[in-house]
């Protein structure tokens, strides 16, 4: 009965580079979010997903940017050609429904620096 | 205008007292929840405590309770017998909106306590 798994843990790129950051949402959990925390913030909503749907990317950057939640395997944040100020701690949530009155499951993050 | 506020950068606590956490928040929808999640050194976000907007008892969870203030639009963590373990960053955070349909999905997160309990 696992959580949600986050991959890699830490992942360190250079400037221009591009990260991808993966997320497998708890069993039986259809919707997934994504998260960033900057350096002393909370963390800020940056996507909404479900099975092959973006539902709200109203958080996220307009460029270099995207989410996709396939079908099969795990939902996937790619930043391109990274800049420092991508650094941050990227936490992924999964839901069974939108609605639910609780809180999610977030994963344990991915911390990225961009050196 | 924040919807979360956390006015406490820090705070320290001796083991086995008890401590606040202070949380004020902002909505003019009627139907929202409120969370506490704690963030350790190790980085992951476990949640702790949720009230919702109509619940007419503040939320306990062992030794985590939820002072609920509607009026005054606080919802302060209580944490009774601190341990050294609850040693944290800890973040409040609301849905707005909730049960209601619409995007009623995102947390917002206010900047976070970092707690320090002193043995």
């Known amino acids: 009965n696992a959580g949600v798994m986050q991959n890699p843990r830490h992942l360190v790129r250079r400037r221009g580079q591009e990260a991808r950051l993966r997320c497998s949402p708890m069993?039986?959990?259809?919707?997934v979010y994504w998260y960033r925390q900057l350096p002393e913030e909370g963390l800020k909503f940056m996507v909404y997903l479900q099975k092959e749907n973006i539902i709200d990317e109203s958080g996220m950057p307009k460029e270099r940017f995207s989410a996709e939640f396939p079908k099969e395997g795990p939902s996937i944040l790619r930043i391109q050609q990274v800049v420092r100020g991508d650094s941050a701690a990227y936490f992924c949530?999964?839901?069974?429904?939108?609605?639910?009155?609780?809180?999610?499951?977030f994963g344990s993050g991915t911390r990225l620096t961009v050196v | 205008a924040q919807k979360i506020t956390q006015t406490q950068p820090g705070m320290f606590v001796q083991e086995k007292e008890a401590v606040t956490l202070d949380c004020t928040y902002d909505t003019s929808d009627p139907s929202y929840g409120l969370f506490w999640y704690k963030q350790p050194s190790s980085g992951e976000m476990i949640f702790l405590i949720y009230q919702g907007s109509y619940d007419q008892q503040n939320a306990t969870e062992g030794r985590y309770s939820l002072n609920f203030q509607k009026a005054r639009k606080s919802a302060n963590l209580v944490i009774s017998a601190s341990q050294l373990g609850d040693s944290a960053m800890y973040f409040c955070a609301m849905r707005e909106g909730v049960g209601s349909g619409g995007s009623n999905y995102k947390l917002t997160f206010g900047k976070g306590t970092l707690l320090t309990v002193n043995p």
């Open positions: 069993k039986g959990h259809s919707h």
């Open positions: 949530a999964s839901s069974p429904r939108a609605d639910s009155n609780y809180g999610y499951t």
